[in-house]
T-cell receptor, first 113, second 114 residues
Framework: SQQGEEDPQALSIQEGENATMNCSYKTSINNLQWYRQNSGRGLVHLILIRSNEREKHSGRLRVTLDTSKKSSSLLITASRAADTASYFCATDADGGSNYKLTFGKGTLLTVNP | KAGVTQTPRYLIKTRGQQVTLSCSPISGHRSVSWYQQTPGQGLQFLFEYFSETQRNKGNFPGRFSGRQFSNSRSEMNVSTLELGDSALYLC?????????????FGQGTRLTVV
């Protein structure tokens, strides 16, 4: 079953605009990771945020985590056409010796030049 | 450092056949996980191996199996292929230092069953 649910399912913006994607999950987690996938290829790791962290930055990416609401958001600032991809959140609920990621269905982001 | 390498990239098989997919993790990573991605079900966990032991298994039939070798390379096997097994199969490798660790994925193997 899907632990995470991304929202919106699809997002279309113009180059230079910011894109915000949200992820909700159901159970307690150890960490949450965001990935990018270009057109049916492999997943590219973007960022990991631990359950005791509230915000994390990496370049043009900003991730927030609200464990009380069981939700996370990914903000991409100053978007580029190359950011066009599907974005997934993945949660690790077990952690430690039972490593298993549970993914949401993803948000398809289209950045128009 | 080389990334996660999956071979082959593409496969076409006939119903009833079996297939073996290979994954070489990032050097030094001992945990290898496998995921199936389909348009209908999304990304689903298959199994995870650590030090040649399967530690966790997803909700897939016994036709799906895997193993890990002493050099951490992993293979997964699907026997008696069905049309519904057509999917992108992704392998992830992790260093697993503590509970908070990133998983890095390969480019995947696109399996088409006809």
């Amino acid at each position: 079953s899907q632990q995470g649910e991304e929202d919106p399912q699809a997002l279309s913006i113009q180059e230079g605009e910011n894109a915000t994607m949200n992820c909700s999950y159901k159970t307690s987690i150890n960490n949450l990771q965001w990935y990018r996938q270009n057109s049916g290829r492999g997943l590219v790791h973007l960022i990991l945020i631990r359950s005791n962290e509230r915000e994390k930055h990496s370049g043009r990416l900003r991730v927030t985590l609200d464990t009380s609401k069981k939700s996370s958001s990914l903000l991409i600032t100053a978007s580029r056409a190359a950011d066009t991809a599907s974005y997934f959140c993945a949660t690790d609920a077990d952690g430690g010796s039972n490593y298993k990621l549970t993914f949401g269905k993803g948000t398809l982001l289209t950045v128009n030049p | 450092k080389a990334g996660v390498t999956q071979t082959p990239r593409y496969l076409i098989k006939t119903r009833g056949q079996q297939v073996t997919l290979s994954c070489s993790p990032i050097s030094g990573h001992r945990s290898v996980s496998w995921y199936q991605q389909t348009p209908g079900q999304g990304l689903q966990f298959l199994f995870e191996y650590f030090s040649e032991t399967q530690r966790n298994k997803g909700n897939f039939p016994g036709r799906f199996s895997g193993r890990q070798f002493s050099n951490s390379r992993s293979e997964m096997n699907v026997s008696t292929l069905e049309l519904g097994d057509s999917a992108l199969y992704l392998c992830a490798s992790s260093f697993l230092q503590g509970a908070n660790t990133e998983a890095f994925f390969g480019q995947g193997t696109r399996l088409t069953v006809v």
